[in-house]
């Protein structure tokens, strides 16, 4: 539970991401927009209008009819959500991500922290396949690896991907877990708790091939 200094933080924070997601996609020409992301069978574009969405005040409700659509499926409906969106102007996109930055919106099952996580990751996702650095604010990428260690992270982590691991976060005096060791910057150990395959070379440990081997490709879609 957190309080509301640190619930501040956290929506703060969010709303920066949002921002920041925003003036990167205003940065981009069209083939890169149409660039791979690393969420499987996304552009760059795509994941864009998914973080637009998501911050939408009606997202839940809306996600939920996609659910119904999809026959329960809860990853087909994320995918339909997110390629429907990815069909508007990126400039609608990146109006968007400003009008809603200061949204509060929460997951009911995985709480505030869930969307500046989202955040975290899918920037990378952007970033990385476009050669860019990926280097957001420690404290935020604290809050991303607290929450996805958590045991809350539904939809995030895996269960058992991090089983018998020991995180630990260089930059960031933090770690987590008992196991095998495995080291690096915050936000690329987070991206790889979070399925994200392509930060693992970034990485070091006796416990990085026990990860590596824990990743597929189903893992970074969304």
């Known amino acids: ?5 640190a619930l501040a ?9 949002r921002r920041a997601v925003a003036d990167l996609l205003e940065t981009l020409d069209e083939s890169q927009l149409a ?14 209008a998914h973080l637009a969405q998501t911050a939408a005040p009606g997202a839940l409700g809306e996600f939920l009819r996609d659910v119904v659509r999809a026959r329960g499926s809860i990853h087909r409906a994320n995918d339909a959500a997110a390629r429907r969106a990815g069909r508007r102007p990126v400039a609608r996109t990146v109006a968007l991500l400003r009008e ?5 919106f929460s997951p009911p099952m995985t ?10 990751v899918h920037e990378g996702d952007m970033r990385l396949p476009l050669g860019l650095d990926h280097g957001p604010e420690p404290a935020q990428v604290r809050v ?16 058992g991907r991090l089983r018998g691991l020991r995180l630990a976060a260089a930059d960031l005096d933090w770690s987590w877990g008992d196991g095998l060791d495995v080291t690096g910057r915050g936000i690329d150990l987070l991206m790889a708790a979070c399925g994200r395959a392509a930060v693992l070379p970034r ?4 416990g990085l091939p026990v990860l590596a081997a824990r990743h597929d490709v189903g893992d970074a879609a969304g």
């Open 1 to 5: 539970m957190l309080d509301a200094s």
């Open 9 to 17: 933080h956290v929506f703060a924070a969010t709303a920066e991401r």
């Open 35 to 48: 660039a791979p992301s690393l969420c499987a069978g996304w552009d760059v574009r795509t994941v864009g």
């Open 100 to 104: 809603r930055a200061e949204s509060r």
């Open 111 to 120: 709480g505030p922290r869930a969307p500046l996580t989202d955040l975290l």
């Open 144 to 159: 991303g690896l607290d929450f996805v260690t958590s045991g809350r992270a539904i939809g995030f982590v895996p269960r």
């Open 203 to 206: 990485l070091d440990g006796a």
